[in-house]
């Protein structure tokens, strides 16, 4: 059974109708859609069913062509979206000009590299290409004329030139010529009078004289974090100077002047060292006001007292033996004078032999003499560096300990040693570095601000010396 029903049901049955109407009365099986067709057909008869085919492909005709034309009808109202609007190229954000940072002073290439130079050329040339202003144009053109006039005179007297507007890019050529002339000028010159003095320089240097290497750290950042202000280190074998940073600065000393005062009193007609002084009130510190734990009627023996004023600075102990040389201070302080301009050292005053007058005063290239010289003495080398010593004072017994810690702790191995401090001169270290344990360097620092400081100072040094020297 098949059914049909609604409008389209209903619009086809009339067309069916329509088309057979005609034919209707030939054939029998047509006669029955004269009349009102029926809701429902019955498919018994197997005659009926070339008719029922041709009625069901009809109707599938039928029902698809007002689809496709109510498709057609709705594309054409909307055309639109038939075809898509094709989307317009999207724009690239314009990026904001920023002002150009100002390069910083310490820059990693120098400002005379050929690089750093190319590069100034091409900014300048892009920048004289981008500008077009006339005004601009026509003012640098009189600027040119005016600073070129001395050389073009003769040539506007010649012939009357025509009158042209000169463009940016000759104007800056011509800006530049006479400076690149007069810089390529002066370093002609200046390496014509470093080719005079390279000869001289070259015949007073020597082939093998040794030198502190860069790869050992020894580089112009490593100077610069010395914290002494002057220091001088020289090569004892060789009187080479290694290194020199405001060497010949006349600045306080402090108790650095109590290795003078050692070869002073050794130089002298003294008693035995096993023999007892005693510690007085002229030997207090009037000037200076400092503590010693070495109190007055204390007896020390005068080889003590000379260890423990070169180990460990003991003012008093100074004072003592000062005092004790023929004729008084005024004749030891007179003694330590004559010897220091015995030794060449010009710039060198003496008016105590404990240090703590700002007026004893010398230069760091003048106490590597001074350290030299005490080399010289035995029992000053023996004193200087040693570590610690418990000395008897007749009231008891006093531990003291080297005041040069570079020194008490194994740090750096010297011959001769010297530290002192006053709040004119700053901390203060001599040494006599034996490197390798058989090269001896002659290292003095004056001015450091700390302790620690002049320490670090020392280490770094004598690690230059170890790594350098052989």
């Known amino acids: 059974m098949l059914a049909l029903s609604g409008a389209r049901s209903a ?20 006669a029955t859609f004269a009349t009102p067709f029926p809701p429902m057909i019955p498919l018994s008869r197997p005659r009926l069913l070339p008719g029922l085919f041709a009625l069901i492909v009809a109707g599938f005709t039928l029902g698809a062509a007002p689809a496709a034309a109510h498709a057609s009808v709705h594309a054409a109202a909307q055309p639109s979206a038939a075809k898509p609007r094709p989307h317009a190229p999207l724009k690239k954000p314009r990026k904001k000009k ?35 202003d006339p005004a601009h144009t026509h ?48 370093n002609t010159s200046q390496t014509a009078r470093t080719a005079h003095r390279a000869p001289a320089a070259q015949a007073h240097a020597q082939p093998n004289a040794p030198r502190l290497l860069a790869r050992c750290g020894f580089t112009s950042a490593s100077r610069r974090q010395l914290f002494s202000h002057a220091v001088y280190v020289v090569d004892e074998n060789t009187h080479t100077p290694l290194y020199a940073r405001n060497a010949d600065a006349v600045a306080p000393i402090a108790s650095v002047s109590k290795l003078m ?69 005024p004749a030891f302080v007179a003694a330590m004078n004559a010897k220091a301009r015995r030794l060449g050292m010009t710039h060198t005053r003496f008016v105590n032999g404990t240090g703590l007058s700002p007026h004893n005063v010398s230069t760091a290239r003048e106490l590597a003499s001074l350290v030299r010289a005490a080399n010289g003495y035995p029992l000053i080398r023996r004193y200087s560096v040693d570590h610690q010593d418990r000395v008897s004072t007749g009231l008891g017994q006093l531990q003291y300990v080297n005041s040069n810690r570079l020194v008490r702790y194994g740090q750096v191995r010297a011959s001769v040693q010297k530290t002192g401090f006053i709040n004119e001169s700053g901390h203060n270290m001599v040494m006599r570095v034996m490197v390798h344990g058989r090269r001896p360097v002659i290292v003095t620092m004056l001015g450091s601000a700390t302790p620690e400081g002049s320490r670090l100072d020392g280490v770094r040094i004598a690690h230059w010396l170890n790594c350098s020297l052989r």
């Open 98 to 132: 920023t002002a150009r940072k100002a390069r910083p002073v310490h820059r990693s290439t120098p400002a005379d590299a050929p690089s750093a130079r190319a590069g100034t050329a091409k900014r300048r040339g892009k920048r004289a290409r981008v500008r077009h």
């Open 261 to 329: 005062t050692a070869m002073v009193w050794l130089d002298s007609a003294h008693a035995p060292l096993a023999r007892r002084l005693a510690v007085t009130r002229a030997d207090l510190d009037t000037l200076k006001f400092t503590h010693s734990r070495l109190g007055v009627g204390s007896r020390v023996t005068r080889a003590n007292m000379l260890h423990i004023a070169l180990m460990s600075s003991e003012n008093r102990a100074a004072a003592a033996l000062s005092r004790d040389y023929p004729g008084g201070r």
């Open 11 to 30: 619009s086809l049955l009339t067309d069916v109708r329509r088309a057979f109407a005609a034919g209707a009365r030939h054939h029998r099986y047509f």
């Open 139 to 186: 003012a640098t053109k009189h600027e040119t004329h005016a600073a070129h006039k001395p050389h073009t005179a003769h040539a506007a007297h010649a012939a009357p030139a025509p009158r042209t507007t000169h463009a940016a890019p000759v104007t800056s050529i011509r800006h530049t010529a006479p400076t690149t002339h007069t810089a390529h000028a002066a």
